[in-house]
């Protein structure tokens, strides 16, 4: 029996990038015995299928043509779930830490004294270049690599991503939600001394069926993912590891499926 007093616990759980495969063995254990499960966009259909039929689900995503759910009223949702539930799963694309607003989540819960645990997920950053045959590091290209999103917030209390800064910082780039800013993000690297010929690849919907990769370099790009209309989800890679990779761009996985909401 679970009150205001003595509240569930809510589980903030790694979804993995879009292959069912790539959930952990903790998520599958926690999403076959969950009394609620709260899930975004990006969550494939195999893995909500091993939701229990009695659990209460809550989606609090983006649909098509509309905004996802306010953040304050998804962590109310998360509040009231968890006073009534004892197992809730907060279900992300991903990892639930790396751009998917889990520390906020966390700590608006365990500020209502709601205990709180995270299980790690297979980020989409390091997993769709995986899947297209790319090692986001190379021993022979360098020593560091940065995840970074290319989103700019309209929020300005958090300060703009250093592009020309990060072109002579790091060796590798990882780029989440870039695909609408590369035209900018690709000027501004080559502001900060990245050579027009350095490699970069685009993967869009990564580890599933409808995979796409493209390689150019970084003064085409941004150029060719709009003439081939390339669509979010989509991670870039910068850096001269891609030029290690296996093969052109390795094929898409067969038979998995990911519902793409916008
Ligand atoms: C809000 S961030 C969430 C990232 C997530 N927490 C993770 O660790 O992968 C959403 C962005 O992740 C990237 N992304 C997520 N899933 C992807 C996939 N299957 N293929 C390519 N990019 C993906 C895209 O850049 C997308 O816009």
Not at 203 to 227: D, H, N, P, W, Y
């Amino acid at each position: 029996m679970t009150t205001a007093e003595q509240p569930g616990t809510v589980y903030l759980v790694g979804a993995g990038p879009g292959d069912p495969e790539l959930l952990t063995v903790k998520a599958q254990r926690l999403l076959g015995s969950c009394d609620a499960l709260v899930y975004d966009s990006l969550v494939p259909k195999e893995v909500l299928d091993l939701v229990p039929e009695r659990c209460e689900r809550r989606f609090v995503g983006k649909r098509r043509g509309h905004h996802s759910m306010p953040q304050p009223s998804t962590n109310a949702v998360l509040v009231e779930l968890a006073r009534q539930h004892r197992t809730v799963v907060r279900l992300k694309g991903g990892d639930p830490f790396l751009f998917g607003r889990g520390g906020e989540e966390a700590a608006h819960l365990a500020a209502r004294n709601i205990p709180v645990q995270v299980v790690p997920g297979v980020t989409a950053g390091i997993a769709a270049p995986a899947y297209a045959g790319i090692p986001v590091t190379h021993r022979r290209s360098g020593s560091s690599v940065t995840f970074v999103t290319g989103h700019e917030e309209i929020d300005k209390r958090r300060p703009s991503v250093n592009w020309r800064a990060l072109a002579a910082a790091s060796d590798g780039l990882v780029i989440y939600m870039g695909l609408h800013n590369l035209p900018r993000i690709s000027e501004e690297l080559m502001a900060g001394g990245l050579a027009a010929e350095t490699p970069v690849a685009v993967i869009q919907q990564g580890t599933v069926t409808g995979q796409r990769c493209l390689k150019a370099t970084l003064s085409e790009i941004a150029a060719l993912t709009i003439a081939q209309a390339f669509k979010s989800p989509s991670i870039v890679v910068v850096g001269e590891m891609i030029d290690h990779q296996v093969e052109e761009c390795m094929p898409p996985p067969a038979a998995v499926t990911m519902p793409i909401p916008f």
